[in-house]
């Protein structure tokens, strides 16, 4: 059964830096991307990063290019999300997924998905 499980999360304040990992097993050989996204209380799932499944590209969503950085380290299945410079406006649930296809921002093409990890950034 597909694993994917998110830690780092906590509390930190403005301009502060966190970095979030989500350890994968038994992802299916044909995973292609995995990716980032967060969920804010009241508001809709917002895409955060992607990148392929070998890291040689990456995306990022408007409001965190330039601040977090999305990558992998394929030896150790495991993504990480580099949050800096974060804003109050960044607390959300962070949550990780993996697809079969390539990157895209759509939460609904993701196959898998984590439960979750909380990051609250206090002003």
């Known amino acids: 059964q597909v694993q994917l499980v998110e830690s780092g999360g906590g509390l930190v304040q403005a301009g502060g830096s966190l970095r979030l990992s989500c350890a994968a097993s038994k992802l299916p050989f044909s995973t292609a991307a995995m990716g980032w996204f967060r969920q804010a209380p009241g508001k809709e799932r917002e895409f955060v990063a992607a990148?392929?499944?070998?890291?040689?590209?990456?995306y990022y969503g408007g409001s965190v290019k330039g601040r977090f950085t999305i990558s992998k380290d394929n030896a150790k299945n495991t993504l990480y999300l580099q949050m800096n410079s974060l804003r109050p406006e960044d607390t959300a649930v962070y949550s990780c997924a993996a697809r079969t296809g390539p990157p895209t921002a759509l939460s609904r093409e993701y196959n898998y998905w984590g439960q979750g990890t909380q990051v609250t950034v206090s002003s």
């Open positions: 990148i392929t499944w070998r890291g040689s590209l990456t």
